[in-house]
Every structure is written in structure tokens, then in C-alpha cells.
């Protein structure tokens, strides 16, 4: 897979059992996709991504367990990942 996008973020030190979410724009097809304008659902009606992802963290895959709309929003993109520091 060749990336077509990279965002280098600092990301505090997180504790044993939490989860870092990143959110931004613009990560491809999401399936099923919300009216123009209309915010995205909440579980178990989630607007996920169908793209291929993956996240690294200091050079190691760190597993994605969400990728897709921020539910409740309009707009924006989620994705959360677990942290392999």
C-alpha cells in the first residue's frame, strides 16, 4: 500500500488502556454517508471509512480501531488507534 497522505502529530505519553484520537478531514468513501450537511450517527449507525489505513507510531503499526466521521458532527473525521509506545 502506498500512502497517500502523512500528518506528523506529537502526542503526550498516554496511560496504560487509553486510546489517542486524531481527527481531520479528507480521508475518502465512508460508508454510509450522511446527507450534505446532516451529522454523522452514533453507534451502532457509524459512518466508517472504505479506505486502506494504518497508523504508525514511532516506526511501529499501532492497530486502528475506528476510522471514520466523528459521530454527532458534521464534517469532521476520526480516527482512533491504540498507542504501541
Known sequence: MKPIGRADVYLPRNSAGQFP???????????????????????PNLSVSDSNYSVTVNGANAPVSYLGLTPGLAGGDATQSSDSR
Open 21 to 43: 484520537v486524531l481527527y481531520g478531514t479528507g480521508i475518502g468513501p465512508i460508508n454510509p454517508s450522511p446527507a450534505l450537511g446532516a451529522a454523522a450517527g452514533y453507534y
